[in-house]
Each structure stands twice: as C-alpha cells, then as structure tokens.
C-alpha cells in the first residue's frame, strides 16, 4: 500500500490467486464507503508459475 495523504490517493499492489479473485477483491473495495475511485490499473498473470497467480495494481481515494 502507496498512500498519498496529501491528495487521498493510494495504490495498492498485491498478488491474487486468479482473475476471478482479483475482481472480487477489487469489487469489495469498491464497494467500501471510505474509498471512492477504486479501479484496476493494471494486471499480470505469472505463466511461469504452475498455480499462474495475478500480481495486481489498484488505484483509489478516500477522503481525507
């Protein structure tokens, strides 16, 4: 977690353990009163890895 308290921005990267995770993952921050803003920035999916996880990057606000 990147916060950006002078702005209320943050990104937030991580690692999910498929796309699908990854979305409702993102869907329940979205969701979340605090925050507004709440997007996907960016995904990849680790072919090299037998599980083939999803690093993620995530973008959002909250009121500061």
Do not use: I
């Not at 990147?2 to 999910?16: K, N, Y």
């Not at 699908?20 to 072919?47: C, F, I, M, R």
């Amino acid at each position: 977690l990147t916060p950006d308290a002078g702005r209320g921005q943050f990104v937030l990267t991580g690692e999910a353990q498929n796309y699908q995770t990854l979305l409702q993952y993102v869907g329940s921050l979205q969701q979340a009163s605090a925050l507004h803003d709440v997007h996907l920035q960016k995904h990849q999916v680790n072919e090299a890895h037998p599980q083939r996880p999803v690093a993620f990057e995530v973008q959002g606000a909250w009121q500061p």
